[in-house]
């Protein structure tokens, strides 16, 4: 294991290291996601899982302006056995208008009839774990995310693959 504690932004010797050290840690993450070249995305690194998450759910709600329509900013969906990280973050939104609605997951899977069921144009937000960190369910994201877009094009949909990543 090389270990560098430079960091990646300075100019000098050791900063150089951590910069070509960090260089090629994102691009065999890049390629392991199965993307051809490193210019077909953009990766950041976080801390962990729950950062990622918290970007992403907050990032995602406040990047636009959202109107109270009905007494609501808008519909987030998660599953009921989400990760602390979403769920906080959920329950946090809750107290900004937002309308979180927890979908069922019996037996390890997705209520998709329930995502039908709820989702519409309000719809501004899905998060769910790809794999679940305690049961090891694998949800049908794919299909959930599927019926989300029908009902609300410009909903965005995240997925926490954490506990999935190389492994499914």
């Not at 490193?38 to 962990?48: A, M, P, V, Y």
């Amino acid at each position: 294991l090389n270990v560098c504690y430079g960091n990646p932004s300075s100019v000098h010797k050791m900063g150089n290291e951590a910069k070509k050290m960090l260089d090629e840690a994102r691009r065999q993450v890049i390629l392991s996601l199965g993307f051809r070249r490193e210019n077909d995305c953009r990766l950041f690194f976080t801390s962990g899982g729950t950062e990622a998450n918290n970007m992403a759910v907050f990032g995602s709600v406040f990047a636009k302006d959202r109107p109270l329509k009905n007494g609501s900013r808008g519909k987030i969906f998660i599953s009921a056995g989400e990760h602390s990280s979403v769920v906080n973050a959920a329950k946090r939104l809750e107290a900004e208008n937002f309308t979180v609605l927890e979908v069922p997951t019996t037996g390890g899977v997705l209520d998709l009839d329930y995502i039908k069921e709820n989702a519409d144009n309000n719809t501004v937000l899905a998060s769910f774990m790809l794999a679940n960190n305690e049961t090891g369910a694998i949800y049908d994201v794919k299909s959930a995310f599927q019926i989300i877009r029908a009902a609300s094009p410009k909903a965005v949909c995240h997925v926490d693959a954490v506990q999935a990543y190389l492994k499914t």
